[in-house]
Structures are given as C-alpha cells and as structure tokens.
C-alpha cells in the first residue's frame, strides 16, 4: 500500500481536499469528499482514468461546498 507521501507525489490533486480551513458546517461536507478521495487514490490503480475520476470529485466537492455556503447564507 502506497503511504500518503507517495500518494500526494502521484495524485497532487488530493492537495485540494483539505478542509481544515474552512468553518465547521461547510468543513464536514468537504470531509466526506476528502474522504473518498483518499480511499479511491489508495485503491484503484494508477492510472489516467483515475485521475480523471479525482478530478470529477473534486469539481462535485467544490460545488457541494459552494451549495453548503449558499445555504448558510440563507439563499
């Protein structure tokens, strides 16, 4: 199993799901992306359509967090 180390060597992408940044209610609907994001970049193979499967779930996160922030602002 590859260590998170080498993870973030080969998918750099999985930089971009941290949460720790962001307010308590938006933070745990990124988690739970961030979440699947390490789960899929540690068991699917390496390859381009995993990538491409990252990059899909970090463009549904963002919108997901975008949707979360949107709501606390009571629209």
């Given at each position: 199993m590859a260590t998170n180390e080498e993870l973030n060597e080969q998918y750099p992408i999985?930089?971009?799901?941290?949460?720790d940044h962001l307010p308590a209610g938006v933070r745990d609907h990124s988690e739970a992306f961030g979440r699947l994001a390490w789960t899929m970049a540690q068991s699917l193979p390496r390859c381009a359509e995993t990538s491409a499967a990252l990059r899909k779930l970090l463009e549904a996160k963002d919108c997901a967090v975008r949707a979360a922030i949107l709501g606390k602002e009571g629209n």
């Open positions: 999985l930089r971009w799901f941290d949460a």
